[in-house]
């Protein structure tokens, strides 16, 4: 792609993503190891091995938002077939009947999701379709999360006057409802709404795993390293090893991330399936392809003489191709983004934010906010969503683009600079002046740097 002024046309072919594992990378350990530390993390927070994923452990459900909503019409609870078994037809009645004690507009639904359902695997956008179904207003509505473990609490008109959302994020953490049935969980979360409790036991439940995990002996961040040379590789003893290995690092890691200031502790299991519930790599390389695509065409039609950040605006277009072009990940895909949307936001009259910091996929920023990096006393100004800006306020982790680096899932930023472009940026948020962009970073080499530098960290640690 050159700097030329460019034409609609359809985008280059893309190569094939390299640093794609084959069927032996990477080894079996390894991939024993790391399932074993995802299962002990989930059972340190009480949410269920992640094999049991609703993905995996039940069957795609066949609903769609105009289904769904014409139940409801009828009910104000919904239960997919393949939950039939963990909210039985009682259990709804009962639910039912709950909610109208309250005399709120509360509906319920319950539906195990994927990728590739009707709502892409996520609950968020289900909900959201099922609402614009419905064409109700006000609304308070209770679904279970993308994997099937937790609740997710909605309302609109958007807000939280009834606290739904802190509701359902506090019966995830209630010691007394660790073992119970999804019912339970859906009824006790209807009495925090109608009794407008939601928040005040969201805080008081987040102080007391606070104070449990504080009170661990320090020397449990310690606890992870191994005696040199030791082998267990094959045999039952292996299994056992590596499943105790994986709750020690595991209770480490949680131990370490609540001494970590609040907001800055990215917790399990959102941090370490933020990629994978969110990201279709294929949807978000067309995406990005889409992106460069509409950038060109508003180049097309963009007059110099009135258009004075038309040269960077080429820069961001030129660059993003570049990108796109040899991109082998979320990041770099998530890169093209940002570059596309600095390029619009040199051809727009005003000044524009960058993409959300915590994950660009998010969209463009809507406002801009101080933060405290992880392990770190300075804090840092960065672009953020309304979803991000909300989830600070309520001291919540927001939802990051999470990334794979020396055989860790971290949050992209957790990933050093000298490897990272994006890292170093913020995706836009990070740069250090007007002058200072991405695109002519990209120019410069750093991504082209940065890569050559991951690609040979990646291939010593296999």
């Given amino acids: 792609m050159s700097s030329d002024r460019p034409t609609a046309t359809t985008p280059r072919p893309l190569r094939t993503p390299p640093g794609v594992p084959s069927s032996t990378r990477p080894g079996i350990l390894l991939r024993a190891l790391s399932a074993a530390l995802l299962l002990a993390c989930a059972v340190l927070l009480g949410t269920g091995a992640p094999a049991a994923r609703a993905a995996d452990a039940t069957p795609a459900t066949t609903a769609t938002g105009a289904s769904i909503a014409e139940a409801l019409k009828t009910s104000p609870v919904y239960v997919d077939p393949a939950f039939a078994a963990a ?15 309250t005399g709120l507009p509360i509906t319920v639904v319950l539906v195990p999701l994927q990728k590739g359902d009707a709502f892409g695997g996520d609950a968020k956008a289900m909900a959201a379709v099922v609402q614009e179904r ?6 308070i509505m209770i679904t279970s999360d993308d994997y099937g ?5 909605y309302e609109w008109p958007a807000g939280d006057s009834r606290q739904a959302r802190d509701a359902a994020s506090a019966v995830g953490m209630i010691k007394e409802l660790k073992d119970a049935g999804l019912a339970a969980k859906v009824g006790r979360t209807i009495e925090l709404i109608g009794t407008g409790k939601g928040t005040e036991v969201y805080k008081a439940e987040s102080d007391r795993l606070d104070r449990e995990y504080s009170a661990r002996p320090e020397t449990e961040d310690h606890a992870t390293d191994t005696p040199s040379g030791s082998s267990a590789t094959s045999g039952p003893f292996a299994v056992v090893a590596l499943l105790v290995l994986a709750l020690v690092v595991g209770g480490a890691l949680l131990v370490r991330s609540r001494r970590r200031p609040r907001h800055t ?8 399936f933020a990629a994978d519930r969110a990201a279709d790599e294929a949807g978000l390389r067309r995406q990005a392809a889409d992106e460069v695509l509409a950038l ?4 097309d039609g963009a007059d110099g003489a009135t258009t004075p950040g038309l040269g960077r605006a080429l820069d961001a277009y030129d660059a993003a191709g570049r990108v796109l072009d040899a991109a082998d ?4 895909l998530a890169g093209v983004l940002a570059l596309a949307a600095e390029g619009r936001a040199a051809l727009a009259t005003g000044p524009r934010l960058p993409l959300c910091f915590f994950d660009p996929r998010h969209g463009t920023a809507a406002r801009r906010t101080t933060w405290r990096p992880l392990g770190r006393r300075e804090r ?3 672009a953020v969503c309304e979803d991000c800006t909300q989830a600070l306020k309520a001291r919540r982790s927001p939802q990051v683009l999470a990334v794979r680096d020396q055989g860790r899932t971290v949050p992209y930023f957790e990933v050093p600079a000298d490897r990272s472009l994006w890292a170093a940026t913020g995706y836009g948020s990070l740069l250090s002046g007007p002058d200072d962009t991405l695109a002519a970073r990209v120019t410069s080499g750093e991504f082209t740097r ?3 530098r991951r690609r040979r960290t990646a291939d010593h640690q296999d």
């Fill in 87 to 101: 909210v039985t037809p009682a259990q709804q009645q009962q639910i039912t009947e709950q909610i109208a004690a």
């Fill in 134 to 139: 419905l064409g109700r207003s006000p609304l």
């Fill in 149 to 153: 473990s937790w609740l997710n609490g």
């Fill in 265 to 272: 502790a990215f917790t399990f299991p959102d941090a370490v």
């Fill in 296 to 299: 060109g065409a508003a180049l």
């Fill in 329 to 332: 990940g979320l990041p770099d």
């Fill in 380 to 382: 840092v100004d960065v």
């Fill in 450 to 452: 940065a890569t050559a």
